[in-house]
């Protein structure tokens, strides 16, 4: 096992989070939201600290990871499309005068992210060649929002009692 480089997982309670990939990765957010990534059940990476939440694309291949006010894009392997992403590069995507409540892959391209703040969810593609490709896609306080691989082109969001989706 390697070296952490940094003092090693916080372990003040026992809040930690686990998160599978399609290829059996495995993040790990420790209660501090110190991200750590096992590849191969051999090689224990430290990601970044400060992290809320992390999914995994369909394929294993990058990991979004959702900040207090950032969203970043981390390549887990090589993106071998334009841009060219090398394995283990961390991009930045999106970033926020308002916290960030939440952020889910839109599964149907794994290029585009939904975000909700807490004004807004927006919609926005990973490629930030040229600027952001950014849209609002519904204004104002939502209760909760996801999105699901069986749904790969849906954005399903909670509105008080009510679920609503929006396909596209």
Same mark, same amino acid.
């Given at each position: 096992?390697?070296?952490?480089?940094?003092?090693?997982?916080?372990?003040?309670?026992?809040?930690?989070?686990?998160?599978? +990939?399609?290829?059996?990765?495995?993040?790990?957010?420790?209660?501090?939201?110190?991200?750590?990534?096992?590849?191969?059940? @051999?090689?224990?990476? =430290?990601?970044?600290?400060?992290?809320?939440?992390?999914?995994?694309?369909? @394929?294993?291949? $990058?990991?979004?990871?959702? $900040?207090?006010?950032?969203?970043?894009?981390?390549?887990?392997?090589?993106?071998?499309?334009?841009?060219?992403?090398?394995?283990?590069?961390? @991009?930045? =995507?999106?970033?926020?005068?308002?916290?960030?409540?939440?952020?889910?892959?839109?599964?149907?391209?794994?290029?585009?992210?939904?975000?909700?703040?807490?004004? @807004?969810?927006?919609?926005?593609?990973?490629?930030?060649?040229?600027?952001?490709?950014?849209? +609002?896609?519904?204004?104002?306080?939502?209760? $909760?929002?996801?999105?699901?691989?069986?749904? +790969?082109?849906?954005?399903?969001?909670?509105?008080? $009692?009510?679920?609503?989706?929006?396909?596209?």
């Amino acid at each position: 096992m390697d070296v952490l480089g940094r003092p090693g997982f916080y372990l003040a309670n026992n809040n930690f989070s686990f998160i599978f +990939s399609p290829t059996n990765d495995l993040a790990i957010i420790d209660p501090s939201g110190g991200l750590f990534l096992l590849i191969d059940n @051999e090689t224990l990476h =430290v990601i970044t600290g400060g992290v809320k939440k992390v999914s995994f694309d369909l @394929e294993g291949k $990058k990991l979004l990871i959702a $900040k207090e006010k950032e969203v970043f894009v981390y390549w887990i392997l090589d993106n071998t499309f334009q841009p060219f992403q090398k394995s283990g590069t961390s @991009e930045l =995507v999106m970033q926020f005068d308002n916290p960030i409540l939440d952020a889910n892959w839109y599964f149907d391209t794994n290029a585009h992210i939904i975000a909700e703040t807490t004004e @807004e969810v927006l919609f926005t593609e990973i490629d930030t060649r040229g600027g952001h490709n950014t849209v +609002s896609i519904i204004r104002g306080k939502v209760n $909760k929002i996801m999105t699901s691989p069986l749904a +790969s082109h849906t954005l399903f969001y909670q509105k008080g $009692k009510t679920w609503f989706k929006v396909e596209f």
